[in-house]
Nanobody, 121 residues
Framework: QVHLVESGGGSVQTGGSLRLSCVISGSTASWKYKAWFRQAPGKEREGVAAIDLGGRHTYYGSSMKGRFTISQDAAKNILYLPMNSLKPEATAMYYC??????????????WGRGTEVTVSS
């Protein structure tokens, strides 16, 4: 079985930083992607960033690149999302997902329960 557990969320003020982590246990298809998605209150879930096993290919949501940088510890199977200079619009539940393609959430087979990020002005 595959389990994903996110951590690192919290409440910060505008301009603050957080680093989300996702520990993935179990075996997933190595050729597929791991990713972060988020869902803000009252909005649809959207893709934040995705990365392949080797870390050579990364994809970002249209408004995400330059603000977030996805990374991973492939040996430990941990996915990271450092977030700096946070703004209130980053407030959302952030989900880790594994075994999918790019930022197409419909292709991801495994999901964590999410970690909540709140950015206050």
């Amino acid at each position: 079985q595959v389990h994903l557990v996110e951590s690192g969320g919290g409440s910060v003020q505008t301009g603050g930083s957080l680093r989300l982590s996702c520990v993935i246990s179990g075996s997933t298809a190595s050729w597929k992607y791991k990713a972060w998605f988020r869902q803000a209150p009252g909005k649809e879930r959207e893709g934040v960033a995705a990365i392949d096993l080797g870390g050579r290919h990364t994809y970002y949501g249209s408004s995400m690149k330059g603000r977030f940088t996805i990374s991973q510890d492939a040996a430990k199977n941990i996915l990271y999302l450092p977030m700096n200079s946070l703004k209130p619009e980053a407030t959302a539940m952030y989900y880790c997902a594994a075994e999918g393609l790019y930022l197409d959430q419909n292709t991801y087979n495994y999901w964590g329960r999410g970690t909540e990020v709140t950015v206050s002005s």
